[in-house]
Protein backbone atom coordinates (compact mmCIF):
# COMPACT_ATOMS: atom_id res chain seq x y z
CA UNK A 1 0.00 0.00 0.00
CA UNK A 2 1.58 3.20 -1.04
CA UNK A 3 1.63 6.17 1.28
CA UNK A 4 -0.99 8.30 -0.12
CA UNK A 5 -3.57 5.77 0.56
CA UNK A 6 -2.30 4.48 4.20
CA UNK A 7 -2.11 8.47 4.98
CA UNK A 8 -6.24 8.63 3.40
CA UNK A 9 -7.71 5.25 5.13
CA UNK A 10 -6.41 6.37 8.42
CA UNK A 11 -7.59 10.02 7.93
CA UNK A 12 -11.07 8.70 7.06
CA UNK A 13 -11.13 6.31 10.58
CA UNK A 14 -9.69 9.01 12.58
CA UNK A 15 -12.86 11.40 11.15
CA UNK A 16 -15.46 8.54 11.77
CA UNK A 17 -13.92 8.10 15.35
CA UNK A 18 -14.45 11.98 15.83
CA UNK A 19 -17.36 12.18 14.39
CA UNK A 20 -18.94 9.26 16.90
CA UNK A 21 -17.36 10.71 20.00
CA UNK A 22 -19.41 13.37 20.43
CA UNK A 23 -22.54 12.11 19.01
CA UNK A 24 -25.56 9.60 19.75
CA UNK A 25 -24.88 5.66 19.50
CA UNK A 26 -27.23 3.30 18.29
CA UNK A 27 -28.41 0.94 20.53
CA UNK A 28 -31.06 -1.07 19.32
CA UNK A 29 -33.20 -0.90 15.26
CA UNK A 30 -35.90 -2.91 15.71
CA UNK A 31 -38.47 -4.48 12.26
CA UNK A 32 -41.89 -4.18 13.20
CA UNK A 33 -44.39 -6.10 11.39
CA UNK A 34 -48.38 -6.18 11.47
CA UNK A 35 -50.93 -8.62 10.12
CA UNK A 36 -53.12 -8.38 7.47
CA UNK A 37 -56.18 -10.11 6.41
CA UNK A 38 -56.00 -10.65 2.87
CA UNK A 39 -60.03 -11.31 1.59
CA UNK A 40 -59.96 -13.31 -1.69
CA UNK A 41 -63.70 -13.62 -3.30
CA UNK A 42 -64.98 -16.61 -4.51
CA UNK A 43 -69.25 -18.19 -5.75
CA UNK A 44 -70.86 -20.56 -5.07
CA UNK A 45 -74.51 -21.22 -6.19
CA UNK A 46 -77.25 -21.66 -3.42
CA UNK A 47 -80.54 -23.03 -3.80
CA UNK A 48 -83.46 -23.30 -1.71
CA UNK A 49 -87.27 -24.73 -2.17
CA UNK A 50 -89.39 -21.78 -2.06
CA UNK A 51 -93.21 -21.30 -2.82
CA UNK A 52 -94.56 -19.92 -5.29
CA UNK A 53 -98.63 -18.95 -6.74
CA UNK A 54 -101.33 -19.02 -5.28
CA UNK A 55 -102.13 -15.53 -4.99
CA UNK A 56 -106.01 -15.13 -5.08
CA UNK A 57 -105.64 -11.38 -4.65
CA UNK A 58 -106.40 -10.95 -8.53
CA UNK A 59 -109.27 -13.40 -8.31
CA UNK A 60 -111.03 -11.34 -5.30
CA UNK A 61 -109.95 -7.60 -7.26
CA UNK A 62 -112.03 -8.97 -10.37
CA UNK A 63 -114.77 -10.45 -8.60
CA UNK A 64 -115.09 -6.87 -6.20
CA UNK A 65 -115.21 -5.02 -9.43
CA UNK A 66 -117.64 -6.95 -11.34
CA UNK A 67 -119.35 -7.19 -8.03
CA UNK A 68 -119.59 -3.63 -7.38
CA UNK A 69 -121.24 -2.67 -11.13
CA UNK A 70 -123.72 -5.50 -10.55
CA UNK A 71 -124.79 -4.18 -7.27
CA UNK A 72 -124.51 -0.39 -8.68
CA UNK A 73 -126.65 -1.51 -11.62
CA UNK A 74 -128.89 -3.91 -9.38
CA UNK A 75 -130.22 -1.78 -6.48
CA UNK A 76 -130.37 1.47 -8.37
CA UNK A 77 -132.24 3.11 -5.00
CA UNK A 78 -130.36 1.55 -2.20
CA UNK A 79 -127.49 3.36 -0.63
CA UNK A 80 -124.23 1.62 -0.48
CA UNK A 81 -125.82 -1.30 -3.48
CA UNK A 82 -122.12 -1.29 -4.89
CA UNK A 83 -120.24 -1.47 -2.12
CA UNK A 84 -122.10 -4.12 -0.81
CA UNK A 85 -121.74 -6.03 -4.49
CA UNK A 86 -118.10 -5.42 -3.96
CA UNK A 87 -117.74 -7.19 -1.12
CA UNK A 88 -119.43 -9.88 -1.97
CA UNK A 89 -117.90 -10.34 -5.35
CA UNK A 90 -114.31 -10.17 -3.84
CA UNK A 91 -115.71 -12.88 -1.76
CA UNK A 92 -116.77 -15.19 -4.45
CA UNK A 93 -114.16 -14.15 -6.54
CA UNK A 94 -111.51 -15.69 -3.46
CA UNK A 95 -113.32 -18.54 -3.51
CA UNK A 96 -113.73 -19.82 -6.28
CA UNK A 97 -110.22 -19.02 -7.48
CA UNK A 98 -108.07 -21.48 -9.15
CA UNK A 99 -104.88 -20.45 -8.37
CA UNK A 100 -102.54 -22.87 -6.80
CA UNK A 101 -99.47 -22.77 -4.71
CA UNK A 102 -96.45 -25.13 -5.81
CA UNK A 103 -92.83 -25.66 -4.64
CA UNK A 104 -90.13 -24.86 -6.34
CA UNK A 105 -86.50 -24.78 -6.29
CA UNK A 106 -84.52 -21.65 -6.93
CA UNK A 107 -80.86 -20.95 -7.11
CA UNK A 108 -79.10 -18.05 -7.23
CA UNK A 109 -75.07 -17.15 -7.04
CA UNK A 110 -73.63 -15.69 -3.94
CA UNK A 111 -70.22 -14.03 -3.14
CA UNK A 112 -68.15 -15.68 -0.41
CA UNK A 113 -64.59 -14.60 0.95
CA UNK A 114 -61.74 -16.92 1.82
CA UNK A 115 -59.11 -14.99 4.65
CA UNK A 116 -55.84 -15.63 4.86
CA UNK A 117 -53.74 -13.55 7.14
CA UNK A 118 -49.78 -12.91 6.87
CA UNK A 119 -47.35 -10.40 8.24
CA UNK A 120 -46.27 -7.71 6.57
CA UNK A 121 -43.58 -5.04 7.06
CA UNK A 122 -44.66 -2.11 9.51
CA UNK A 123 -41.81 0.02 10.26
CA UNK A 124 -38.80 0.13 12.00
CA UNK A 125 -37.30 2.15 15.04
CA UNK A 126 -33.98 3.03 16.45
CA UNK A 127 -33.07 3.72 19.73
CA UNK A 128 -30.49 5.42 21.48
CA UNK A 129 -28.65 7.53 24.10
CA UNK A 130 -27.09 11.19 23.33
CA UNK A 131 -26.14 13.12 25.81
CA UNK A 132 -27.42 10.84 28.70
CA UNK A 133 -31.39 10.84 26.85
CA UNK A 134 -32.52 7.91 25.27
CA UNK A 135 -34.55 8.57 22.08
CA UNK A 136 -36.74 6.38 19.39
CA UNK A 137 -37.18 7.39 15.79
CA UNK A 138 -39.62 5.28 13.94
CA UNK A 139 -38.39 5.37 9.67
CA UNK A 140 -39.04 3.25 6.44
CA UNK A 141 -36.53 0.94 5.40
Known amino acids: ?3 KEFYFHVLAICIGIGLFAGTAHAEVVKDHYKTVIQKTPYYVEVCQDVVVGGDKTGDALTGA ?6 GNNVTKNVDNGGAVGALLGGIIGHNNS ?6 ETQCRREQRFNESTKEVYSHSTVSFLHNGR ?3 LQFQK
Open 1 to 3: MQF
Open 65 to 70: IIGGVI
Open 98 to 103: KAKSRV
Open 134 to 136: SYT
